[in-house]
């Protein structure tokens, strides 16, 4: 690693988190020795790529900074000799999560970008080209950190270390980081008065809360929570209150997303209800990143404008601008990640990736031990956890068996033939994006297994507005 001129790529360098990414950079222009930022997206991205670059180029300028921007469709000459690489893009752009939610949806079933048989697609398409990307990395530029934050974080991060062999990464969410920035206000505190203990997996984690004096005020939060909301929920997530005495038997708070599991009814009632009335999350969020694009067009924008916080998924990129810090002049940041367990959470494997508090600096992260959970949450967890193997595994290998397995296993869909009819209509769905499943697709158009009628005629009257992630 250069000491003095740091190469920084983002793969997904058009999406429009990327001004918040900049933002963050100009923020520690004193601790990073940045010379070069690639930004790297695919053709069908080149438009978004060359104006959220250009915004990129106004933004350092505007900071009176000299750092070289790049802007790239070739991937290999990016990360030739890299000393940091982000990752933030979408496999399929956005009309793949469009199907990801529409075709569960037409069944009755929970749409949802990383929960559900969504969340699964996901990462079958991402995995294999996650992969692509460590092997590029692994020739041109092999001392490298990667930085992701490509959803399903989580299990990507699982794709990386178990099946990419690669040991230096991070896998990154912008759940912990809202909950840290909101929570402390609800008693009157600043985060630095505060010490936050997380632990589970990426989506499906739960955590504790202690002042400097060691006393425990997660009850305290908690029933702020309950009678005022839940102040750091992601924008994407309906909010649904927990039960309080759910909460008061656990003692600890729980992930937003432990929604879509503790009020399982109510969630998707209300996925059901978009799905049928206003259009799923996917397709609002077209809509909020076209008007931000139209923003990002402005010659005169130079700033991240406040329209992003909307868009769902604020501080990601502030959160991968203090990992890169913390790396590189070893700061020892408490910061909560996916990283190989080693034992901090002890219901868990050893030798997999979890979500936890960790130390980071020079030699990456160093997860800060939790201890064991209590039955209902030791039994979740090994649950999610296993289906994520499960999940990573099939989407490495194409093994339709354990495609299949994931869907019986997953909570939020009902097992039995119309979870397999939507298995084989997803994979059918998405097949230009599932190479490793290209016998098991062949076979299923062999018998005449289609997408449904009204959900592609739906899908493809969004398609005219092309914007990618």
């Given at each position: ?319 991968a601008c203090e990992s890169i810090a913390s790396i590189f002049a070893d700061k020892r940041t408490h910061m909560v990640v996916s ?131």
């Open positions: 690693m250069s000491r003095k001129a740091l190469k920084l790529v983002t793969i997904g360098g058009g999406s429009s988190y990327t001004p918040e990414l900049i933002e963050g950079f100009i923020k520690r222009k004193d601790q990073l020795p940045i010379k070069e930022i690639w930004l790297v997206d695919i053709p069908e991205g080149e438009e978004k790529l060359n104006i959220v670059g250009a915004m990129a180029k106004r933004m350092v300028k505007a900071a009176g900074l000299d750092w070289e921007i790049h802007l790239t469709l070739n991937r290999r000459e990016a990360l030739k000799d890299a000393d940091f690489v982000s990752t933030q893009f979408r496999v399929g752009l956005m009309q793949a999560r469009i199907k990801d939610e529409r075709i569960p949806g037409s069944y009755g079933m929970l749409g949802q970008e990383t929960n559900g048989a969504g969340g699964i697609f996901k990462a079958f398409r991402t995995v294999p080209v996650i992969l692509d990307i460590v092997k590029d990395m692994k020739e041109l530029c092999p001392n490298a950190w990667l930085i992701n934050f490509t959803n399903p974080s989580g299990m990507i991060t699982e794709a990386i270390v178990t099946y990419g062999k690669w040991k230096k990464v991070i896998g990154l969410c912008n759940v912990p980081v809202n909950a840290m920035i909101s929570e402390p206000e609800l008693i009157g505190k600043n985060l630095d008065e505060l010490i936050y203990k997380f632990a589970g997996i990426d989506h499906f984690h739960w955590h504790k809360v202690f002042d400097n004096q060691g006393n425990e005020v997660t009850m305290d939060i908690i029933n702020k929570m309950l009678g005022d909301g839940d102040a750091g929920l992601p924008k994407n997530i309906f909010d649904v209150p927990f039960y309080r005495e759910q909460l008061e038997q656990m003692k600890m708070i729980p992930c937003g997303y432990h929604r879509y599991y503790y009020r399982e009814e109510e969630m998707l009632k209300h996925s059901l209800d978009e799905f049928n009335n206003q259009g799923t999350r996917a397709q609002q969020v077209m809509q909020i990143e076209k008007e931000l694009f139209e923003l990002y067009k402005d010659p005169n924008l130079d700033y991240k404008p406040k329209q992003l916080a909307e868009r769902g998924g604020a501080h990601y990129s502030d959160a990283t190989v367990n080693n034992g901090s959470v002890p219901d868990l494997p050893t030798d997999h990736v979890v979500e936890v508090s960790a130390q980071l600096g020079a030699t990456g992260a160093i997860p800060m031990a939790f201890g064991n959970f209590q039955p209902a949450e030791r039994g979740w967890i090994q649950l999610m956890k296993n289906m994520e193997l499960v999940i990573v595994q099939a989407a490495a290998t194409g093994d339709y068996g354990l495609a299949l397995q994931a869907f019986t296993m997953n909570p939020l869909i009902r097992s039995g033939n119309t979870a397999k009819r939507i298995l084989d209509e997803m994979l059918i769905a998405h097949k230009n994006y599932l190479p490793q499943f290209a016998d098991k697709i062949a076979e299923l158009e062999k018998q005449g297994v289609t997408v449904k009628d009204e959900v592609a005629a739906h899908i493809d009257e969004t398609m005219h507005v092309g914007v990618t992630e």
